[in-house]
């Protein structure tokens, strides 16, 4: 079956700093890999995807790459904000489970100013 | 573009009770999930509607869970009776169908379900 693992956390940083946050995983098929965020007090959102092997998604200064020999998607940042702060959730979704997200188990990322 | 809407947005109950959610997509879409979040894990998928046909409800716990689609368009589902380990986040997304199948998942604001 599928499965998503995430690096434990909460994961607490200062202003500036770099973030990485690990995501491996395991599927049947050819997984898409999607990373989404969930901010304090507000519902999931997408927050960047890649579909096939060494695709590099971005959005908000976030990266992720699809590493098929590793099978992995971890996300980077090179300068967090105060306003990161958030639940970030690492997911797939293969053609065999027609649209369905398999999920992670969440990182708490917290930055202080 | 109005977003998922689901009520309520928060819930507590007594055990053995019933619960009821409900979830209106966004226009056009034709793909709904429900998704149940417990704290501290991912969401994980109770059941999925292509208009108003089931998809996948295989880990829906059908004794005491269930769901509809009337008409294709709002959902509501319903837990009877409810148990302590039901307590959670339940979440209701949707997408538009494509070419390549359903599309990106928008999601709502959840509804947090309490069982005392």
């Known amino acids: 079956g599928n499965s998503v693992t995430q690096m434990e956390g909460p994961v607490t940083l200062s202003e500036e700093a770099f973030l990485t946050i690990n995501c491996t995983y395991t599927a049947t098929g050819y997984p898409s890999l999607f990373w989404y965020v969930q901010y304090p007090g507000e519902g999931l959102q997408l927050l960047l995807k890649a579909t096939k092997a060494d695709d590099k998604g971005s959005n908000k200064g976030f990266e992720a790459t699809y590493r098929k020999e590793t099978t992995s998607f971890h996300l980077e940042k090179g300068s967090v904000q105060v306003s990161d702060s958030a639940v970030y959730f690492c997911?797939?979704?293969?053609?065999?489970?027609?649209?369905?997200?398999?999920f992670g188990q969440g990182t708490i990322l917290t930055v202080h100013p | 573009e109005a977003g998922v809407a689901q009520s309520p947005r928060y819930k507590i109950i007594e055990k053995r009770q019933s619960v009821a959610f409900w979830c209106n997509p966004i226009s056009g879409h034709a793909t709904l999930y429900w998704y149940q979040q417990i704290l501290g894990q991912g969401p994980k998928l109770l059941i999925q509607f292509q208009n108003n046909g089931v998809v996948d409800d295989s880990q829906l716990p059908k004794d005491r869970f269930s769901a509809e689609r009337l008409k294709g368009v709002d959902s509501t589902l319903k837990i009877q009776p409810a148990k302590l380990e039901d307590s959670a986040v339940y979440l209701c997304?949707?997408?538009?169908?494509?070419?390549?199948?359903?599309?990106?998942?928008?999601f709502g604001p959840g509804t947090r379900l309490t069982v005392l």
């Open positions: 997911a797939l979704s293969t053609g065999t489970s027609y649209g369905k997200l398999t």
């Open positions: 997304a949707s997408s538009l169908e494509t070419s390549g199948g359903p599309g990106e998942q928008f």
